[in-house]
Each structure stands twice: as C-alpha cells, then as structure tokens.
C-alpha cells in the first residue's frame, strides 16, 4: 500500500548535500512528491513529502537517525496522508514588496486567517534594493480562498494594510492555463 511521510533536514550548506539525501531516499526506493530546498545563513534547508511502499517508508524512517549522522544533518521523519486539494477552495497568488520592516508577515497571516484563508505556500527574502542599498522585503504565497468569503472585502482589508504599513500588496487568481493553437 503507497504510503507518504514529510522529511526535513538541516545542515551546513556545501555542494552535493542535495545529491547525498536524494541518494539515499531513492536507495529505500521513495519518491520525492514535493520538495522544498533553500540554504538560509550558511545552512541547507529540506522540506520533502516522500511517497512510497509502506515497508520503504518505514525503512527509510527506521534508518533516518544513520543517514542523519553520515550526512551530518539534522532529520526529522513524520508519516503523514496523501495530498487531498479541496475543489471548492479559489487558488490565489498573494504578492508583496516593501522596505523592510519587523511584522510584515506577522500582520499579513494574521488576516488570512482571520478570514479562514490557508496558505499552502509561502516565501519571503529580504534583498538590497538596486539604487540605495536599502533593505527589501519580498513575500510570495499561494493560498486557498473559501468560496464564502468576499473578494471585494478581502481586497478592502488588504489595502488598509498596504496604507498602515506601506506595503504593495498584490492578490490574483491563479488560472488554469490556456491552451496553445
């Protein structure tokens, strides 16, 4: 029976980390269904949903503490549900950049949740800006709006947001894509 299981890790960065991990899922013959791979400071940062027979998961589970020292890594194994999309759920792009400043993320989740709107993905960098040098604040995220919640409201809210903090906030729907003739 296919099972699934969520595997972080953690480290300090170097070439080939990527490599090693993936090597040593694949000898327990799992399948990476979704990643997440980012070198945040000096470390490199996993996050892996892994698919595979329940025999292999538990292998790789039972083995993870090995692998984690031979790589020097931290790892964390969690068995968890395949991923179940809810239909009714509107998909939206959430977007914004500022000057940065503490709280940002904080005041935007705060009102999605408020709302009942998940956040299936997020990511957020913090860069010079090209002319000043001065510190941007970029956030990303793509999010599941309930039907029952008003577009025209949501919209509303955000934008006493981007007023307060002086944010650029940017909300579109995610389309299915086109066909090519």
Known sequence: MKAFAILTAIGSDRVGIADDLTTSILEYKCNIEESRMTVLGGEFAVMLL???EDEDIEALFQESARIAKQMQLHISM????APKPNPRMRP???ESVSL???GIVHSVTTLL???GINIEDLVT?????PWTGAPMFSMRGRISIPPEI???QLREELES???EQNLDIKLNPVAPAVPEY
């Open 150 to 152: 008003s577009l025209v």
């Open 50 to 52: 892994l698919s595979g």
């Open 78 to 81: 969690k068995k968890t549900v």
């Open 100 to 102: 940065d400043t503490p």
């Open 161 to 163: 947001l981007e007023t």
């Open 92 to 94: 939206y792009m959430i």
């Open 113 to 115: 949740r408020r709302h």
């Open 125 to 129: 960098d913090t860069t010079a800006a």
